[in-house]
């Protein structure tokens, strides 16, 4: 059973444009939602995340909007560069306690074109 | 911090082997977790530990894995014997106790077993 479902798969975007990647999860327990940003050949890193009592998280071009209702939250990547293009995995968590895990959706790879 | 440090980077082996897979975590940090990634399966999270004791190995495949943390400088994912299917880049990660949602991952070990 997948916990957290990302959408689209792929992603093509022209340099400048806006890049929006969804995600749904099922568990209500989350208490964090992170997202991870992958280049090839790396480990994946922490991009930005929210807690669900906040509505939207804005850092430099990348902004995380939650829905808390619908179990679905996004990532908008504003005025997207070639240096954008990555791997992005959404992501969900208790923040702490027994059993604090992280349960990743299967990623999606963007790919700004110059 | 040099960050999360693994060993060896690539590791290359016939099928029957045995492999062992090197981690040290970030250095204060209170969870490690072991993950694998393919293209077909996305990134799976194979075992983690709290304060060097393992929490859950559920995602262990089979029998033929087995991991380690006997302080909390070091950990080794085992594999014996080894088969063509574990092939994939194998990651470790760690986290302070209540920011699970923050892993830092290390480059991985991509591991091709013939």
């Known amino acids: 059973q997948q916990q957290v479902k990302q959408s689209p798969q792929s992603l093509i975007v022209q340099k400048g444009g806006i890049s929006i990647i969804n995600c749904a999860y099922e568990n209500t327990a989350f208490d964090y939602f992170p997202w991870y940003q992958q280049f090839p050949g790396k480990g994946p890193a922490l991009l930005i995340a929210i807690r669900p009592d906040v509505s939207e998280k804005k850092e430099g071009r990348f902004t995380i909007s939650f829905n808390k209702s619908a179990k679905q939250f996004s990532l908008h990547i504003m005025d997207s560069q070639p240096g954008d293009s990555a791997t992005y995995f959404c992501a969900a968590s208790r923040r702490t306690g027994a059993n604090s895990k992280l349960t990743f959706g299967k990623g999606i790879t963007l790919s700004v074109r110059p | 911090d040099a960050g999360v440090i693994q060993s060896p980077r690539h590791e290359v082996t016939e099928m029957g082997q045995e492999v062992t897979l090197r981690c040290k975590p970030i250095?204060?940090?209170?969870?490690l977790f072991w993950y694998r990634q393919t293209m077909m399966r996305g990134l799976e999270l194979l075992i983690y530990f709290n304060n060097n004791v393992p929490i859950d190995d559920s995602g262990m495949p089979e029998d033929r894995f087995s991991a380690k943390m006997p302080n909390a400088s070091f950990s080794t994912l085992k594999i014996q014997p080894s088969e063509p299917r574990d092939s994939a880049v194998y990651f470790c990660?760690?986290?302070?106790?209540?920011?699970?949602?923050?892993?830092?991952f290390g480059p991985g070990t991509r591991l091709t077993v013939t």
């Open positions: 250095s204060g940090h209170d969870y």
């Open positions: 990660a760690s986290s302070l106790w209540d920011r699970v949602y923050e892993q830092y």
